[in-house]
């Protein structure tokens, strides 16, 4: 059974940095896209990022371009996600997420941890 | 960037209706969208992707269709635990977007 495992979430102060990781089972990890998907407290859903197989390629939204990084180690079967310069706004769940056949739908979910920046 | 419009953002309905959700997307995205159930506190679920491909052991009362701008998620039969929210989803493009979800609800 597929597995995706977050962790790395807790309370920040704005301005702040964090460090998400996924630990990723059960399937080929480096034949797939990845995803962060986030969802604040009440809200909807919100596409954060995605990488490709090998990491060469990357995409973000706009609202955290040049503060959040994604990366991945395939030989360690993980996706991170590089949080810095965080603001109020950006409190929310944080999922990572396998896009099915690199098609960009996401057909496994991790449980998603939860990130909050407060002072 | 593409916006989705989900309609309605709440839903009431009597176990057994049939219910019908909508998605509009603001430019064509051809048959790339996926339909999603998310119960609280749990994370997303695919129920349909490609507009219209049932998730493998998804029940076969959920239905989507749809082609380009204008896509529709279908419950034949609204069963209890049907009631949670539901949102829809295009990746034709980056960055990636969700309606802003609809809520269900059994009378």
């Known amino acids: 059974e597929v597995q995706l495992v977050e962790s790395g979430g807790g309370l920040v102060q704005p301005g702040g940095s964090l460090r998400l990781s996924c630990a990723a089972s059960e399937f080929t990890f480096s034949s797939y896209w990845m995803s962060w998907v986030r969802q604040a407290p009440g809200k909807g859903l919100e596409w954060v990022a995605n990488i490709e197989e090998d990491g060469s390629e990357k995409y973000y939204v706009d609202s955290v371009k040049g503060r959040f990084t994604i990366s991945r180690d395939n030989a360690k079967n993980s996706l991170y996600l590089q949080l810095n310069s965080l603001r109020v706004e950006d409190t929310a769940v944080y999922y990572c997420a396998r896009e099915r056949d690199n098609s960009g739908d996401f057909d496994y979910w991790g449980q998603g941890t939860l990130v909050t920046v407060s002072s | 960037d593409i916006q989705m419009t989900q309609s309605p953002s709440t839903l009431s309905a009597y176990v057994g209706d049939r219910v019908t959700v909508t998605c509009r997307a603001s430019?064509?995205?051809?048959?790339?969208l996926a339909w999603y159930q998310q119960k609280p506190g749990k994370a997303p679920k695919v129920l349909i992707y490609k507009a219209s491909s049932l998730e493998s052991g998804v029940p076969s009362r959920f239905r989507g269709s749809g082609f380009g701008t204008e896509f529709t998620l279908t419950i034949s039969s609204l069963q209890p635990g049907d009631s949670t929210s539901y949102y829809c989803?295009?990746?034709?493009?980056?960055?990636?977007?969700f309606g802003q979800g609809t809520k269900l609800e059994i009378k």
């Open positions: 989803q295009q990746y034709d493009s980056s960055p990636y977007t």
């Open positions: 430019q064509n995205i051809s048959s790339w």
